[in-house]
């Protein structure tokens, strides 16, 4: 039976291992979660999450899909042209192949330290990753937006 915390633990241990590894990539860049409050600044990463689409493999493995999509939002520079490029292969470098899944949270279902299980980097066809740029959105808004998706594999057994 699928426990009720694995989503919100799913979304927990993604947020957090994208934001890591952004501020490995790249300190100074903005990451920010869907539905958090933006900053002022129009130069950020936003995490947004689909799924998990559950299926039951064997009586005690479950098997999830997600789709991870980062949104990525630059300000058009003239003195920098490349800029959301630079910023979009930000998004791109900080999709892991392996994501632990942690029990995050505070309440007294939770504990971090322990791992439940896995979302893996799943091939889509021939490709690991999908990154679209759709340029500038509307002539009165001076800035670009790109995405760049993945789609992982969450293995959760039962114990």
């Avoid at 091939?123 to 789609?151: F, W």
Wanted: proline share 5%; charged share 25%.
């Amino acid at each position: 039976m699928i426990n009720k915390h694995w989503n919100r633990w799913i979304f927990a241990s993604v947020s957090k291992a994208f934001k890591l590894r952004l501020t490995i990539v790249d300190p100074a860049q903005i990451f920010v979660v869907e539905g958090q409050k933006k900053k002022v600044d129009n130069n950020y990463i936003e995490l947004r999450m689909n799924g998990p689409d559950w299926y039951m493999s064997s009586p005690k493995l479950y098997l999830g899909d997600v789709i991870i999509n980062l949104l990525v939002r630059s300000d058009l520079d003239e003195k920098d042209f490349h800029k959301i490029f630079k910023m979009v292969g930000n998004a791109e470098a900080i999709f892991d192949p392996c994501i632990p899944i942690k029990k995050y949270g505070n309440g007294p279902d939770d504990n971090e330290s322990i791992i439940i299980g896995y979302m893996t980097l799943q091939r889509n066809g021939e490709k690991d990753l999908e990154t679209q740029h759709y340029g500038q959105i509307a002539p009165e808004l001076p800035m670009s937006e790109s995405t760049v998706q993945g789609m992982y594999r969450a293995e959760i057994a039962l114990t």
